[in-house]
Nanobody, 123 residues
Framework: QVQLQESGGGSVQSGGSLKLSCAAS?????MGWFRQAPGKEREGVAT????????NYGDSVKGRFTISQDNAKNTLYLQMNGLNPEDTGIYYC???????????????????WGQGTQVTVSS
């Protein structure tokens, strides 16, 4: 059984930075961050495959966000720089069991989810 717990959300002004963390237990072979803004569908932000460190990003965050993982601490991170109001939403940590690494991408198929953490970016 996989358990996920996010932390690190908050409020920041446009152009600022935040770092999210996700404490995980269980099979965390493929992990990712997703977000959902009010009135919008959930969007894949980034994924990382534990076996080889392969990362994938959604187009809207490429070059601004960085996903990383500390396997020793079983913790997933999302460093968010250059934040803008369109990044506002609830951010969820997610995990799935999949291989090989090219199947670990910010799309459907994740079946373990955290409770989410709010990120608010003001202009």
């Amino acid at each position: 059984q996989v358990q996920l717990q996010e932390s690190g959300g908050g409020s920041v002004q446009s152009g600022g930075s935040l770092k999210l963390s996700c404490a995980a237990s269980g099979d965390t072979r493929c992990m990712g961050w997703f977000r959902q803004a009010p009135g919008k569908e959930r969007e894949g932000v980034a994924t990382i495959y534990a076996g080889d460190g392969t990362t994938n990003y959604g187009d809207s965050v490429k070059g601004r966000f960085t996903i990383s993982q500390d396997n020793a601490k079983n913790t997933l991170y999302l460093q968010m720089n250059g934040l803008n109001p369109e990044d506002t939403g609830i951010y969820y940590c997610a995990a799935r069991r999949v291989w090989p690494s090219y199947l670990c991408s910010p799309g459907p198929g994740f079946n373990y989810w955290g409770q989410g953490t709010q990120v608010t970016v003001s202009s």
